[in-house]
């Protein structure tokens, strides 16, 4: 399974940002997919997940009412939908799926497989 995350950039504080993360070899429909940040410093953070069998998904407190994970399982792509942002949510973010296991496993270490990364910067 290939992942590769982009959509990443510069926004002012409020801006909107949509990130996606295509996949290849597999198809998202039966797969669990995650989104994962990393701020300089910090250790890596689970912000949200969808299921893979479902349409259930599952947030961080921090990020819950402001993001929205979703797929497309034609695209085979998995997005996370990021608005009212804030300088707190400057990071590199990540997509990435676990070979097996729960969708609300926040670990990364559940997660077998991971995309490249993608800066999100937010101004104050």
């Known amino acids: 399974v290939q992942l590769q995350a982009s959509g990443g950039g510069l926004v002012q504080a409020g801006g909107t940002l949509r990130l996606s993360c295509a996949a290849s070899?597999?198809?998202?429909?039966?797969?669990?997919m995650a989104w994962f940040r990393q701020a300089p410093g910090k250790e890596r953070e689970f912000v949200a997940s969808?299921?893979?069998?479902?349409?259930?998904?599952y947030y961080a407190a921090s990020v819950r009412g402001r993001f929205t994970i979703s797929r497309d399982n034609v695209e085979n792509a998995v997005y996370l939908q990021m608005n009212s942002l804030k300088p707190e949510d400057t990071a590199v973010y990540y997509c990435?799926?676990?070979?097996?296991?729960?969708?609300?496993?926040?670990?990364?270490?559940?997660?077998?497989?991971w995309g490249q990364g993608t800066q999100v910067t937010v101004s104050s």
């Open positions: 990435a799926a676990p070979e097996v296991g729960s969708y609300v496993n926040t670990s990364p270490r559940a997660y077998d497989y």
């Open positions: 070899g597999r198809t998202v429909s039966n797969m669990h």
């Open positions: 969808i299921s893979g069998t479902t349409t259930s998904t």
